[in-house]
């Protein structure tokens, strides 16, 4: 009995450790098989991602140019305006209105230029064109250097040391008079307020769509 | 080949096929998208539009200032020596006229290197680029009475006269630093908008750093 028992030990042990090795083998196998599938068909439509997309290319990026962006740029003031040199002769005349009782020359300076604030813009989407109307030449700083005044007289009488604040205020009327009338001075500013906007809007604006056409006027 | 043998081969390959197969995919995988599509941040450098040296120098012509001028000469003809002079005086006149100067940088000489972000913008200091035809004034001569013997101020002492406050006010216009040094920070201000735009268009953070370089170099 006792061989008998042995004898049955020793053909069972192998037969169930096959049995364990053959289901963990089927297992692995499965395994493998499922996960190179996955693999396959992972690759599989990675690769049809990657055709569509070559095909189909991507959708550009949007930009729109809207007024408030264009709006936004005319935040710097500082180029809304420039300095020029005014240096002129002043009259002063005697009681007959007609007689020049002395001349004075006078170093002067204008600040002259736009609000930027004032500007008119308009966007034509369809026909892509974009319209800055720019508002009048505004003259926001005169000043006459009193230490740069030179006289002729006619008349000696105003000869007189008392003459320089008299003087003085006549040449701050006088460059205020003149620019009321000046036109070449206004149209060079014009030009220049022109060239600011233009160069504050036409780079970006072309780069993103050259089919753009700016006008400021 | 016993069965242990053949088991133990079949168990082998199991394994390799379960445990490297998905790894083998999973590689494959990873490189894949590291290669072209990357994030999404490159993909918005590769397509947005850098900054563009030619917008750059186009936007420093549109920089330059153009700075009407209203000028007075101001000439002393002193008296004459010899018998035939006896009775002259020092005569002063002034003569009114007005010109216009070009202020600004000279495009030749910018130049800009981009690597990522970061722009690398060398720019000359604004300069007088030229000053243009005068024109007088109406009623813009001027002089001193005449002495007892007459001290004649000609055409040529007048014209003669001019081109000396010509020569004064190239002098002036070259020597201003803070009129030049406004027309390079016309010319900064123009080009830093011009980035900042694309910048924000492209939501890309460009940083400028500006070099200097001097004109006589």
């Known amino acids: 009995m006792i061989f008998y028992k042995n004898n049955s030990d020793k053909t069972e042990k192998p037969r169930k450790g096959r049995i364990f090795l053959f289901v963990l083998c089927a297992a692995l196998i499965a395994f493998g098989i499922w996960s190179a599938k996955n693999t396959i068909l992972h690759k599989k439509d990675s690769l049809k991602e990657n055709l569509s997309q070559a095909v189909t290319g991507e959708e550009g990026k949007v930009t729109t140019i809207t007024k408030a962006s264009l709006e936004k740029v005319f935040e710097i003031n500082e180029l809304s305006t420039a300095d020029y040199i005014y240096n002129a002769v002043a009259r002063a ?10 001349y004075v020359a006078y170093e002067g300076k204008v600040k002259a230029g736009i609000d930027f604030g004032k500007l008119d813009i308009s966007i034509h989407e369809e026909e892509k064109h974009i319209t800055i109307k720019l508002p009048h030449i505004e003259f926001q700083e005169q000043t006459v250097d009193p230490g ?14 008392d003459i320089h604040q008299e003087a003085f205020e006549l040449c701050e009327k006088d460059l205020k008079e003149r620019l009321l009338q000046e036109k070449d001075l206004k149209e060079q500013a014009k030009k220049n307020a022109q060239a600011v906007v233009q160069g504050l809007v036409e780079p970006w604006v072309k780069q993103i769509d050259s089919a753009y056409s700016i006008t400021v006027e | 080949m016993s069965m242990k043998q053949m088991i133990t081969k079949i168990l082998v390959l199991a394994l390799l096929c379960g445990l490297f197969t998905p790894f083998w995919g999973c590689g494959k995988d990873k490189t894949q998208t590291e290669i072209p599509i990357e994030t999404e941040e490159s993909q918005r450098q590769l397509k947005a539009p850098s900054p563009d040296i030619s917008q750059i120098r186009s936007i420093c012509e549109l920089a330059t200032l153009e700075c009407y001028y209203h000028n007075v000469a101001i000439s002393t003809k002193e008296k004459g020596q010899g018998l035939s002079h006896i009775g002259e005086k020092d005569r002063e006149f002034w003569i009114e006229y ?108 460009y940083q400028i750093t500006w070099v200097y370089e001097d004109n006589a170099s």
């Open chain 1, 93 to 102: 005349y005697g009681e007959d209105g007609a007689s020049v009782k002395y």
């Open chain 1, 148 to 161: 740069t005044l030179k006289y002729i007289f006619k008349d000696r009488d105003s000869q007189r040391e």
């Open chain 2, 98 to 205: 007005s010109g216009v100067a070009k202020l600004g940088i000279n495009m030749a000489k910018v130049s800009m290197e981009i690597q990522n972000k970061d722009i690398v913008i060398t720019i000359p200091k604004a300069q007088l680029l030229g000053l243009s035809d005068y024109t007088f004034s109406p009623d813009s001569y001027i002089s001193e009475d005449d002495g007892i013997n007459k001290n004649p101020i000609t055409p040529e002492n007048q014209t003669q006269a001019v081109a000396w406050a010509q020569e004064d006010i190239r002098q002036q216009f070259s020597k201003d630093d803070a009129m030049l040094m406004r027309a390079q920070e016309r010319a900064k201000s123009l080009i830093e908008n011009y980035i900042q735009q694309l910048s924000e268009i492209w939501e890309t953070d």
